[in-house]
């Protein structure tokens, strides 16, 4: 017991060494010039880099990964048909489906799929 406890001090000891030496050696600016500039090939960019991004894209992309994750979880269904109960099998290949479709659903009267609105 007396050990670890010594283990445990020492342990601290040494993390609040480091984080205090650490605060004291890293003097750095944290807005430098240089990081805060786009790189474009060594080249100063022609146009502005700093272009919104489209939360319509992102919503497409989101929605790819998760169709993406859940067809893993469909493919391993028809490999299990020879192993499983037949009756238990169509029900979970069957609610799986379903599941997909209303997220589908739910999605495209949501208006995610649309790109222009």
Do not use: A, H
């Not at 342990?11 to 205090?20: A, D, G, H, K």
């Amino acid at each position: 017991m007396i050990m670890l406890m010594f283990m445990f001090m020492l342990t601290m000891t040494l993390s609040s060494v480091m984080i205090i030496l650490y605060s004291i050696i890293n003097k750095k600016m944290i807005m430098e010039r240089n990081k805060m500039t786009p790189f474009e090939c060594g080249f100063d960019p022609k146009s502005s880099s700093r272009i919104p991004f489209s939360i319509q894209f992102f919503l497409i992309g989101i929605l790819f990964l998760i169709f993406d994750v859940e067809l893993v979880m469909v493919l391993p269904i028809i490999i299990t048909l020879k192993n499983s109960n037949f009756n238990l099998w169509v029900i979970t290949s069957i609610t799986l489906i379903m599941i997909l479709i209303m997220g589908l659903y739910y999605e495209w009267k949501n208006g995610v799929i649309q790109w222009i609105n």
